[in-house]
């Protein structure tokens, strides 16, 4: 479970356009590295401290999206609105699939 968590932290790094952000939140990651999981720093290792500058290249430039995965980019700026506080209630689940039984998502 506490892997999960940290998963979520690393992911968290990205989901910002702002530079200073993201170097904080890398940095958060990188000062609990004693308390990580194995796992944890195997992928800090081996994947993201290597590639941070190449990782982090759409912060300083906004001509480079965030990912190359044009469907991750439309679900990822649109998503967001959509599911927003959407099944605090069972009629907010019911609207939801009421909708999408006549428009499926794209």
Known sequence: ????????????????????????RYETILNKS??????IIILLADKIIPNIESLTQFTR?????RTSNQAEQHYSKTQKLETTHKFKTNEGLLEYLALHMEKPPI
Do not use: G, S
């Open 61 to 65: 430039d906004n001509f480079i999206p």
């Open 34 to 39: 004693e308390r990580l999981p194995e796992i």
């Open 1 to 24: 479970m506490a892997t999960l968590r940290y998963l979520t932290e690393i992911n968290n790094i990205f989901r910002t356009y702002d530079e200073n952000e993201c170097l904080k």
